[in-house]
């Protein structure tokens, strides 16, 4: 199984960036799939969720309005648009793939993202 984020960097504030998640190794439909973040001292917190079909999808407050979570299952990735980024948006990003019956839990390795002038 495995779980590699892609497509973190440095941006500006009002900026944007695209993160993707290439799952392999499992069902990937068969999963839901949600970004964490991580800011330095900080606890992981959850930002976005997507049910396995995609049709259902659930935001942090701090980030409704300017993110938005998508899934290509035919591509088994996920992705995470990030729009009007601020600097309080620096982290690093994780993707996990969870699933409750059977109960499976993947973490990736994580993407830094960087909000900065």
């Known amino acids: 199984v495995q779980l590699v984020e892609s497509g973190g960097g440095l941006v500006q504030p009002g900026g944007s960036l695209r993160l993707s998640c290439a799952a392999s190794?499992?069902?990937?439909?068969?999963?839901?799939m949600s970004w964490y973040r991580q800011a330095p001292g900080k606890e992981r917190e959850l930002v976005a969720v997507?049910?396995?079909?995609?049709?259902?999808?659930n935001y942090a407050d701090s980030v409704k309005g300017r993110f938005t979570i998508s899934r290509d299952n035919a591509k088994n990735t996920v992705y995470l648009q990030m729009n009007s980024l601020k600097p309080e948006d620096t982290a690093v990003y994780y993707c996990?793939?969870?699933?409750?019956?059977?109960?499976?839990?993947?973490w990736g390795q994580g993407t830094r993202v960087t909000v900065s002038s």
């Open positions: 996990r793939a969870r699933r409750f019956i059977p109960r499976y839990d993947y």
């Open positions: 190794g499992f069902t990937f439909s068969s999963y839901g």
């Open positions: 997507i049910s396995g079909t995609g049709d259902n999808t």
